[in-house]
């Protein structure tokens, strides 16, 4: 072992002080202690602070100035349509109205506008319509959307409404960034099937679509049959039945529809969806009977399958035709009922308070900047003050300078090998 290692571990190791000792220290401590080291180094705590206090007003002094300007619009109403007055002419379509809209699909449609309003479109639009990537001096389009979102805090109130709040160095461009938010939902809505009356607008769209290619099918198919079998009119007991028959068939369709769409969100223990399943298995059962001619029959009392053979084909061909024709009809009803209610929910986007550019400054808080940071320095400088005094006392401990000898032995990374000899 080397002799410089040698004398550092023959240092003696300091005893512990007894109990006696840290009480005699301890009532040595007077309550003015702290205040002695903070006085004893009020220079640096002083010049510091000061110092930073400085700093801290140019600092804030650079920071540009921002103004805030609030829009505040109504979005359409999820309440009662113009569809929802035809529900008792329409029969079984009428509660599907309902069930097609955002109120049983979308438990808070304020927050799809809120979303809209967040979109990268819309951001993009106003980008490109303020020239913010030369205003915010960005070279990358994401960079931009993202100081606007930044600087644009979009939410809905508890009364209903969705408010807009844009921040901007320039008062009046402040006021037209949250403006141009409201006219471009407006524009965006006019191309998005986003509006209760809208989805229902596709949906029965389609559906009539369908119904019309199948009622076109329907008449050709009976025209072929007419022309091979050389019926043209059928007696009146007959075309009764068929009429009977082609409603009743058309309601349960309708009722499939229904209970296809209610399956697409209602769990199978939804009451309405195991009213509907009943409802339709009574019409079902209805159907079976007219068709079979068994029970009783209120509109005719010939069976169908008793009619004369040559007329049965016919009788088919022309019974498809007409259920066809019903249902068409009930689907156009609702069809031109949704696209009413289109037409309603674009118009009722208004807009409660326009953006106007405001007066006051949003941020920053010069004062409160200065406060804070002149408080923090004070707070560090007292903290070195306390830090400098401990270190002082410790050096004119010996018992000090011994514990620091032996943490630099074992903070080492290679210590001699023959230490325990």
């Known amino acids: 072992m080397a002799p410089q290692n040698k004398k550092e571990l023959e240092l003696p190791l300091p005893e512990e002080p007894s109990l006696p000792n840290l009480l005699e220290a301890g009532e040595k401590k007077n309550i003015l202690e702290p205040f002695i080291v903070l006085a004893k180094r009020k220079r640096f705590i002083i010049f ?166 199948q009622l076109a099918a329907a008449e050709v198919a009976l025209k072929k049959t007419s022309e091979t079998t050389g019926i043209i009119q059928l007696d009146a007991q ?71 053979e040559r007329g049965l084909e016919y009788i088919r061909k022309l019974r498809e035709m007409k259920y066809r024709e019903a249902l068409l009809g009930l689907l156009l009803k609702q069809y031109e009922a949704a696209r009413i209610d289109e037409g309603r929910d674009f118009a009722l986007i208004q807009t409660l308070d326009p953006a106007i550019p405001p007066e006051r400054k949003s941020r920053p808080h010069r004062s409160i900047i200065c406060i804070s940071l002149t408080m923090v320095a004070f707070l560090l400088a007292c903290g070195w003050a306390y830090f400098k005094e401990a270190v002082e006392r410790a050096n004119e401990d010996p018992h000090y300078h011994a514990r620091l000898q032996l943490l630099k032995y074992y903070l080492r990374w290679r210590k001699p090998n023959n230490l325990g000899a």
Not at 54 to 71: C, E, G, K
Not at 240 to 269: D, G, N, P, W, Y
Not at 279 to 303: I, K, M, V
């Open 48 to 213: 510091f602070t000061a110092a930073v206090a400085i700093l801290a007003v140019l600092y804030s002094l650079t920071i540009p100035t921002y103004y805030a300007a609030t829009a505040r619009i109504m979005p359409p109403q999820q309440g009662s349509s113009f569809s929802a007055a035809m529900m008792d002419q329409l029969g079984g379509l009428g509660p599907l109205a309902g069930l097609l809209g955002g109120g049983g699909l979308l438990k808070t449609p304020n927050d799809l506008y809120v979303g809209m309003l967040k979109s990268r479109v819309i951001e993009d639009q106003i980008i490109d319509r303020f020239s913010l990537m030369n205003v915010y001096k960005k070279k990358l389009r994401t960079d931009a959307r993202g100081q606007l979102a930044g600087l644009s805090e979009i939410g809905a109130n508890k009364d209903g409404t969705i408010s807009i709040t844009v921040e901007d160095t320039v008062p009046d461009r402040a006021a037209q960034l949250a403006n141009a938010y409201v006219e471009e939902l407006g524009k965006l809505t006019r191309t998005l099937a986003v509006s209760d009356a809208s989805k229902r607008r596709t949906f029965y769209e389609k559906e009539s679509q369908e119904a019309s290619d």
């Open 238 to 308: 007959a075309k009764v039945v068929l009429e009977a028959l082609a409603e009743l068939h058309a309601q349960i369709t309708a009722k499939e529809v229904e209970l296809q769409a209610m399956r697409s969100f209602a769990t199978a223990e939804n009451p309405d969806l195991i009213r509907l399943q009943q409802e339709l298995a009574g019409l079902r059962a209805q159907l079976s009977r007219y068709e079979q001619g068994n029970g009783g029959r209120p509109l005719g009392d010939t069976p169908l399958e008793k009619l004369p």
